[in-house]
């Protein structure tokens, strides 16, 4: 990208990163004229339909007037489909196009204010004139960059599970559109947008926009994740217990004193902030593509050699990566969360994480302090083999 922005506080058009969160993030949207001036984008419409004939790659375009109202089709796609697609009207869709491309996975580094294990992806729209997903609203908060050409973003209502929708069998396109606000972006321009925010973006020219999307857990998820994750840790034999209870003057009548033990039960088991970090870590940092997460095995003299021989790591954009301090019996330590696993590590490590987890490379000037550190060594090791870490030349 021909233009890297380091501070939020650019991207945001002069908001700090604090009124951002405090005024608008999961609240109201907002619109940033120039929030990347001059933004050329560094892959075309080809490009992206290039991607999408991938079969690991997922894809989709919909036709405002295909075979039926909003037609869906899902890729990969062949050459065939672009061959038969109309003059007007439609959008192709990328998901996660940061995986596969490190120039787009750059765009990520503006949004370094907000949490990366809240980061989804970076999905890529290209669309014709009139192109549109239709009137719809996401349950999650998106940054719409627009990257090539001009669209039309008209946004509404803020939606709920009652918000009624057309009837399709796939898309959730929404009945009714009470339009508040209307804008057209330009290459370089960027609207935030809540979740469940109604928005409906049109392409007035052939157009690409880039969505950063962000993830959050359905409380649904929480609960049955978080309570699958503790079952695993418990034995059958431990169970509702009532030693010492009354006599029951109707036996089919269930009691509060019943209710609470059942409550205290629950609250034993899920109240263990370390048990719930654990979960919370492991789950927020699941790869999208672990097949993309290939490794290879190296011993920590190979791997000081390649060092000193001016070999460069860089992080898989596959791997998510996160960590925290946690509290052991007498000492505090980092637990270190790796694409879905976790591993605690003493806390002097904090130093070598920050640099796994944010240096733009990893090479001889800011790995050698740490040769003589045998677990900092084994963990780098392990980040190798593992995949999270790649040689750039590979
Ligand atoms: C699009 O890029 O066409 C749609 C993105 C969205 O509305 O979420
Ligand atoms: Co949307």
């Not at 992206?48 to 890729?75: F, N, Y």
């Not at 999905?123 to 960059?145: E, K, Q, R, T």
């Not at 263990?272 to 654990?278: A, F, N, P, S």
């Not at 789950?283 to 001016?310: A, F, H, K, N």
């Amino acid at each position: 990208m021909s233009n890297t922005i380091d501070t939020p506080l650019e991207i945001l058009g002069g908001i700090s990163a604090e009124v951002f969160l405090r005024d608008y993030w999961q609240k109201k949207p907002l619109l940033i004229r120039q929030a990347i001036p001059d933004f050329v984008s560094p892959l075309d419409g080809n490009d992206l339909a290039g991607l999408s004939l991938e079969d690991m790659v997922e894809s989709r375009i919909v036709l405002e007037h295909g075979e039926t109202p909003w037609q869906l089709k899902h890729g990969p796609f062949d050459d065939e489909t672009y061959n038969t697609l109309p003059e007007r009207d439609w959008t192709l869709l990328v998901q996660a196009v940061d995986q596969f491309s490190p120039d787009v996975a750059e765009v990520l580094e503006h949004f370094k204010f907000l949490p990366n294990w809240r980061i989804d992806d970076v999905m890529i729209s290209f669309a014709v004139p009139g192109g549109s997903v239709g009137p719809h609203y996401d349950n999650y908060d998106v940054f719409l960059l627009q990257a090539e050409g001009q669209r039309q973003w008209k946004i509404g209502q803020m939606c709920d599970n009652e918000s009624l929708l057309l009837k399709h069998p796939d898309l959730r396109i929404l009945d009714s559109f009470e339009q508040t606000d209307e804008w057209t972006l330009e290459p370089g321009d960027m609207l935030y947008l809540p979740p469940r925010l109604a928005h409906w973006g049109i392409a007035q020219t052939d157009c690409m926009t880039w969505s950063v999307g962000f993830r959050a857990p359905s409380t649904a998820e929480v609960v049955t994740h978080y309570a699958d994750f503790v079952a695993r840790f418990l034995p059958d034999e431990q169970r509702y217990s009532d030693a010492g209870m009354s006599p029951v003057s109707n036996p089919s009548y269930i009691r509060t004193e019943d209710i609470q033990r059942l409550r205290a039960l629950l609250n034993e088991q899920l109240n263990d902030d370390r048990m719930l970090l654990t979960w919370f870590g492991q789950y927020m940092t699941e790869p999208r593509y672990p097949d993309l997460l290939v490794g290879s095995e190296l011993s920590t003299e190979e791997l000081i050699q390649s060092l000193e021989d001016g070999a460069l790591f860089t992080r898989n954009p596959t791997a998510r990566l996160a960590w925290s301090h946690i509290q052991l019996d007498q000492e505090s330590a980092v637990v270190f969360f790796v694409s879905g696993n976790s591993r605690i590590l003493s806390e002097h490590l904090v130093v070598l994480l920050d640099l796994v987890c944010c240096a733009d490379a990893l090479h001889l000037d800011n790995l050698q302090a740490w040769f003589s550190d045998a677990e900092a060594m084994t963990l780098l090791c392990e980040l190798i083999k593992q995949g999270s870490l790649e040689s750039l030349d590979e």
